[in-house]
């Protein structure tokens, strides 16, 4: 009997073969029998795991998204880990939705691809809608701890800075994206990104006792 983890390991190989073609050459390149010869199985193959290609495209959409929580987690995992103030790792979490690599930039085409597509797709605009509310979420959570531990100020609205916060970094991110071969856009996407967040997080982490931030920038 095949196992439930061979199954999810086809459809993760099959979605990644949609994600490199989307990347390449857009979301009309994504045809069915494009990806089988992309993720080197059969057309039958794909369509047994997925029924029509807006099944396919969602679990594609939900994996990119869950590839750039797991960079998210992992960097908060590192910042706890190493003692660092909320608003440093708040900072570094943000870095990883931006395309300043190949990879995310190649990663960040694919997320925007999704959200055009998700205009006329009410299954790809739900997984859009969850994703941008869990950022969210967790972007309004750091804000709240950092009252607790005296970065933030009592009085400021974490859903408020959450959704300010999520506003900039998208927008950068489409612009460093477009800016690719024209001009240098990183520093000032990452000035504005630290004078947003200076605005946020004004004063000092108390966490783990005065001197013991090693992450504040």
């Known amino acids: 009997m095949v196992r439930t983890a061979d199954h999810e390991a086809r459809r993760r190989q ?21 990806v089988a010869r992309e993720a080197g199985c059969s057309v039958g193959l794909v369509q047994h795991y997925f029924p029509g290609k807006d099944a396919l495209l969602r679990f594609t ?33 943000l870095t990883e939705i931006l395309p300043v690599d190949e990879a995310r930039r190649a990663e960040h085409r694919v997320r ?3 959200a055009a597509r998700a205009l006329d797709s009410p299954a790809l605009a739900e997984v859009a809608w969850a994703m941008a509310a869990d950022y969210r979420g967790q972007l309004a959570g750091a804000v709240t701890n950092g009252k607790e531990c005296g970065e933030v100020a009592p009085d400021l609205a974490a859903e408020r800075a959450a959704t300010g916060l999520m506003a900039l970094v998208e927008g950068l991110a489409d612009q460093l994206y477009h800016a690719q071969g024209r001009c240098s856009l990183g520093s ?24 013991a931030d090693p992450g504040a920038s």
């Not at 994996?63 to 910042?79: F, K, L, S």
């Not at 000032?188 to 001197?211: K, N, P």
């Open 188 to 211: 000032v996407a990452e000035d504005l990104l630290r004078s947003y967040l200076d605005g946020i997080f004004t004063g000092e982490c108390r966490q783990y006792g005065r001197g």
């Open 14 to 34: 099959i979605a990644d073969a949609v994600h490199r073609l989307v990347a390449k050459s857009g979301l009309d390149a994504a045809t069915v029998a494009a």
């Open 61 to 93: 959409c939900e994996q990119v998204m869950a590839g750039v929580n797991d960079r998210i987690q992992a960097r908060i995992a590192e910042g706890v880990e190493g003692r660092q103030s909320i608003r440093a790792v708040v900072h570094g979490g």
């Open 112 to 114: 925007r691809t999704f």
